[in-house]
């Protein structure tokens, strides 16, 4: 939208949120026909670019997913619905910054070592939380895969398929940002994701076998 072209000519803190995420103000502005140079996109898609380029962003969308199940109410939305402009992904960010200082860190939320400290951060309370919320004996049976009334556990075809794509998934050298082109230097990313992946499983299966309370 235009709006947040507008916005980022004239607040710092957007503009730098668009840079945050390899997104430039300057490739976008109004075009005035016949004086050459090089054509800046058009300034309506400032917005939907930095947008697109948050949700594509690892240590974005684990943050926010990871804080909305840990029980974080201002990111369940973005959680559920990602971000649609600019405005959606400052809010975020903003909210990221308040985060980071209620962990005891100081100076500005912006390196890429504060947003990863940060995902770790929400990811470790997001476990933190699942496992407060079981019995010792109800741990012990998780990991033993066991359960005292349904004996082994068997798992729904969306998990067991689940599994079986992260044991596999280390098997294969390729990027999983680059839609399946072969890479040697997405090691980083392919173990992110994995993790990621594994942890929804993990979460998923968890949920599977808490005892539905009567209603």
């Known amino acids: 939208m235009a709006k947040d072209y507008l916005k980022a000519l004239t607040n710092d803190k957007a503009r730098k949120t668009g840079e945050r995420y390899g997104v430039s103000l300057l490739d976008y502005g109004f075009n005035r026909p016949g004086q050459g140079g090089v054509q800046k996109k058009n300034p309506q898609d400032y917005g939907k670019a930095v947008a697109s380029a948050a949700m594509n962003d690892y240590d974005t969308r684990r943050t926010i997913e990871a804080a909305a199940m840990s029980g974080k109410k201002k990111a369940e939305k973005y959680a559920k619905n990602g971000f649609s402009d600019l405005t959606d992904v400052t809010k975020a960010n903003n909210m990221f910054a308040k985060m980071h200082e ?9 390196s890429n070592s504060d947003y990863a400290g940060l995902t770790y951060s929400m990811v470790q309370r997001d476990r933190n939380k699942l496992m407060d919320s079981m019995s ?5 049976d998780v990991a ?7 004996g082994p556990v068997v798992l729904s075809d969306q998990l067991q398929q689940a599994e079986d794509a992260v044991k596999e998934f280390d098997n294969k050298d390729y990027d999983v940002y ?14 992110q994701a994995s993790q990621s992946f594994l942890d929804k499983f993990k979460m998923d299966l968890m949920s599977n076998m808490r005892p539905k309370l009567p209603i």
């Open 102 to 110: 209620r962990h005891g860190n100081g100076g500005d939320f912006s």
């Open 144 to 150: 033993k895969g066991t359960t005292e009334d349904d």
């Open 136 to 140: 010792a004996k109800d741990q012990a």
């Open 178 to 191: 680059n839609q399946g082109k072969a890479t040697s230097d997405g090691d980083d990313q392919r173990d």
